[in-house]
């Protein structure tokens, strides 16, 4: 991320969909720290998209040997399980799960699971079970869900991934993950603790599995998924019409495009609901996931494009000055434009995004979540 406190560090944009990274973003507007390890996400656009975004990585490189998680047609629960019984130590019998109480879930809600069972275990096709019953909104399949999770595989035991040791929940389209995780969640709840286990028919076994994170082809993996939220796509709310004498805001081609025109620059911060959404209002220190656009005053150029790409993830607590004062109190689904001024932007200038010195900038902000930082 290009626009928050400092530039990105990433590892191959291949190995996004299940990759032994940990990605950090930055940028001057928010501090976004977001994660990919081992994530279920597996379609090849969500890492097309992350690549060519100038927002959400500062580099990309390639691989050819990282895993791509994609389902093939061809893999079947029965294969999934007879290739796990070939990858199992010789001195453990492998044991076919048939009701998800064989696999025991503790520790406390919202905080990290444990997960046991009589490894080595498998299943023949993907079985989900609800621990605990949220109230939020229904996961449709083609839902953007924001989870905290961990993934454990059912061969030895061993756990792949957590979201929680990283510190930061995850955020991505059902239609980007393996379908075993899509098939967990789709139809649960916001605020569900959920467990889900799936054959590697339904996870990585078309891609051959994953040596970088002892995921061998035929693995049964076993995730337990908090659903934090299910962030909007885009701002949803009610048009309200701006102040006289400010920079012209209109759609083009799914995404706000801003015209400064004959617009006076003004020399203190401008907050300028455009649609008002209603959902919860945003406090000081909320983490949020936004879509924004980012203008020079000074060019009317775009610096910077985040509506390309899933949505960012930041804190609010560590926000430009500009971002803090603009939205605090903004409620969910709104689009806010805020023209701040150098001293609550770049006071000295940014190379990345790059902004040169008393440059006022010009922002257009979709509010698509907002929840406590934990």
Same mark, same amino acid.
């Given at each position: 991320?290009?626009?928050?406190?400092?530039?990105?560090?990433?590892?191959?944009?291949?190995?996004?969909?299940?990759?032994?990274?940990?990605?950090?973003?930055?940028?001057?507007?928010?501090?976004?720290?977001?994660?990919?390890?081992?994530?279920?996400?597996?379609?090849?656009?969500?890492?097309?998209?992350?690549?060519?975004?100038?927002?959400?990585?500062?580099?990309?490189?390639?691989?050819?040997?990282?895993?791509?998680?994609?389902?093939?047609?061809?893999?079947?629960?029965?294969?999934?399980?007879?290739?796990?019984?070939?990858?199992?130590?010789?001195?453990?019998?492998?044991?076919?799960?048939?009701?998800?109480?064989?696999?025991?879930?503790?520790?406390?809600?919202?905080?990290?699971?444990?997960?046991?069972?009589?490894?080595?275990?498998?299943?023949?096709?993907?079985?989900?079970?609800?621990?605990?019953?949220?109230?939020?909104?229904?996961?449709?399949?083609?839902?953007?869900?924001?989870?905290?999770?961990?993934?454990?595989?059912?061969?030895?035991?061993?756990?792949?991934?957590?979201?929680?040791?990283?510190?930061?929940?995850?955020?991505?389209?059902?239609?980007?993950?393996?379908?075993?995780?899509?098939?967990?969640?789709?139809?649960?709840?916001?605020?569900?603790?959920?467990?889900?286990?799936?054959?590697?028919?339904?996870?990585?076994?078309?891609?051959? *599995? +994953?040596?970088?994170?002892?995921?061998? =082809? /035929?693995?049964? $993996?076993?995730? !337990?998924? %908090? @659903?934090?939220?299910?962030?909007?796509?885009?701002?949803?709310?009610?048009?309200?019409?701006?102040?006289?004498?400010?920079?012209?805001?209109?759609?083009?081609?799914?995404?706000?495009?801003?015209?400064?025109?004959?617009?006076?620059?003004?020399?203190?911060?401008?907050?300028?609901?455009?649609?008002?959404?209603?959902?919860?209002?945003?406090?000081?220190?909320?983490?949020?996931?936004?879509?924004?656009?980012?203008?020079?005053?000074?060019?009317?150029?775009?610096?910077?494009?985040?509506?390309?790409?899933?949505?960012?993830?930041?804190?609010?607590?560590?926000?430009?000055?500009?971002?803090?004062?603009?939205?605090?109190?903004?409620?969910?689904?709104?689009?806010?434009?805020?023209?701040?001024?150098?001293?609550?932007?770049?006071?000295? *200038? +940014?190379?990345?995004?790059?902004?040169? =010195? /008393?440059?006022? $900038?010009?922002? !257009?902000? %979709? @509010?698509?979540?907002?929840?406590?930082?934990?």
């Amino acid at each position: 991320m290009r626009s928050w406190v400092s530039s990105s560090t990433s590892s191959n944009c291949e190995f996004l969909r299940m990759a032994s990274i940990v990605l950090k973003r930055r940028s001057g507007n928010l501090r976004q720290v977001s994660s990919n390890k081992y994530r279920p996400v597996s379609a090849a656009a969500l890492t097309v998209a992350l690549c060519v975004s100038s927002l959400a990585l500062a580099s990309c490189s390639k691989s050819s040997s990282d895993p791509k998680p994609s389902v093939s047609a061809s893999s079947t629960p029965a294969s999934a399980s007879a290739s796990a019984e070939a990858s199992s130590s010789p001195t453990k019998k492998l044991t076919m799960v048939t009701n998800l109480d064989q696999i025991k879930v503790s520790g406390e809600d919202g905080k990290a699971p444990k997960v046991d069972g009589a490894w080595p275990l498998a299943i023949a096709k993907t079985e989900s079970k609800v621990l605990k019953e949220g109230k939020g909104e229904k996961v449709d399949k083609n839902a953007t869900i924001k989870v905290n999770y961990v993934g454990v595989n059912g061969r030895t035991g061993k756990e792949f991934d957590s979201s929680y040791k990283r510190g930061a929940a995850a955020t991505f389209p059902l239609a980007q993950v393996v379908p075993g995780f899509a098939k967990g969640l789709a139809g649960k709840h916001q605020g569900d603790r959920v467990l889900i286990m799936l054959p590697g028919s339904d996870g990585y076994d078309s891609q051959g *599995g +994953s040596p970088q994170a002892g995921i061998m =082809k /035929g693995d049964s $993996l076993i995730f !337990v998924v %908090d @659903i934090v939220g299910l962030p909007l796509s885009k701002a949803t709310g009610e048009s309200v019409k701006p102040a006289a004498g400010l920079p012209a805001v209109k759609e083009v081609q799914g995404a706000p495009a801003v015209t400064i025109g004959k617009a006076v620059k003004p020399n203190k911060l401008v907050v300028q609901p455009l649609i008002k959404g209603k959902g919860p209002a945003v406090a000081a220190n909320d983490a949020i996931d936004v879509k924004y656009r980012t203008y020079a005053w000074s060019s009317g150029k775009l610096i910077e494009d985040g509506y390309s790409g899933e949505p960012v993830t930041g804190s609010m607590s560590s926000a430009i000055p500009g971002w803090k004062k603009g939205l605090t109190g903004q409620t969910v689904g709104s689009r806010v434009m805020l023209i701040v001024p150098p001293a609550d932007a770049y006071p000295s *200038g +940014s190379t990345n995004p790059l902004v040169k =010195k /008393g440059e006022t $900038l010009v922002y !257009v902000i %979709d @509010i698509l979540s907002a929840q406590k930082e934990s």
